[in-house]
């Protein structure tokens, strides 16, 4: 992984395998640096779950070249070729705050300088991926939301704001930027660490019915009583972003930012940042 000028990541950087982080300081972390250990492994291995988990998903729409200037709702929107972005995309949940968008292709994908991904509909950060089977970058000043999973190298442009996860096969490169990792079901703006592996939303309990009294007991009607909701156990805390960069014997596995991340029951990744 390699830095320079002052980036600043919510939470923690890593790499694995490998020990190489480059530009810490002048960059800083909310977190520890994992060089090489098992926290930033584990991340490696939740990277390639989530990732062959959401490129297995059916595409629900065909896209194609430059997203600059659409506006999308929630689905697994696919694309062949490369996928560009000049100017805003605009992704619309429709009041939906658990809406997920996942974004795939094939090839690489690059924004322009100055690209914005605008999340309106009650859209959340945490629920927006960008699967990519090539390389992935931003030009300077770009904002982007959402976790980019890369096969390739992961590049961000000087100045560049991520709300969301960083997470790469191959190397990581940042200058001047600013990661802030987002919980699944939290929305872009208020601050939160990324996430390492994928969390499975709870299940509702099973009905609980009470069986009827015998006849001749006190305060018996002979009926069922109905049944008693029992609460819906919730996740909140989210644990510290990684950075993680993995260099294996003949390949380069890139630094990434992971996190241990709680997606929708909807989409079951693992890592995140």
């Known amino acids: 992984m390699v830095n320079t000028d002052p980036t600043t ?16 300081p002048a960059g800083s972390a909310g977190g520890d640096v994992h060089a090489g250990d098992a926290v930033a492994a584990l991340a490696q291995t939740a990277l390639a779950h989530a990732y062959d988990e959401l490129a297995a998903r059916a595409a629900d729409v065909e896209v194609i070249g430059d997203l600059g200037g659409l506006t999308l709702t929630p689905g697994v929107h696919h694309s062949v070729a490369a996928l560009a972005l000049t100017g805003t995309l605009t992704l619309d949940a429709e009041g939906d705050p658990n809406a997920v968008f996942v974004f795939r292709t094939d090839a690489a994908f690059n924004t322009a300088a100055g690209s914005v991904v605008d999340l309106v509909g009650g859209a959340r950060a945490g629920n927006v991926f960008w699967v990519v089977a090539g390389a992935a970058g931003t030009g300077a000043n770009s904002f982007l939301s959402g976790t980019v999973l890369a096969r390739g190298a992961v590049t961000l442009g000087a100045s560049t704001t991520l709300i969301g996860q960083v997470l790469s096969r191959d190397a990581v490169t940042l200058a001047s930027n600013t990661l802030t990792g987002v919980a699944p079901g939290q929305p872009a703006s208020p601050p939160s660490t990324p996430l390492l592996a994928a969390e499975v939303a709870p299940a509702p309990p099973p009905p609980t019915t009470t069986e009827p009294a015998a006849p001749g007991t006190p305060g018996s009607t002979g009926e069922t009583e109905p049944d008693q909701p029992e609460p819906v156990p919730t ?34 990744t693992s890592p995140c940042s």
Request: hydrophobic content about 30%; charged content about 15%; glycine content about 10%.
């Open 9 to 24: 990541i919510s939470g923690d950087v890593g790499v694995n395998p490998g020990t190489s982080i480059t530009g810490f």
């Open 235 to 268: 996740t909140s805390a989210t644990e510290p972003a990684l950075t993680i960069s993995a260099t294996g014997p003949d390949e380069a596995v890139t630094p990434r930012t992971a996190t241990r991340c709680r997606t929708p029951a909807s989409v079951r």
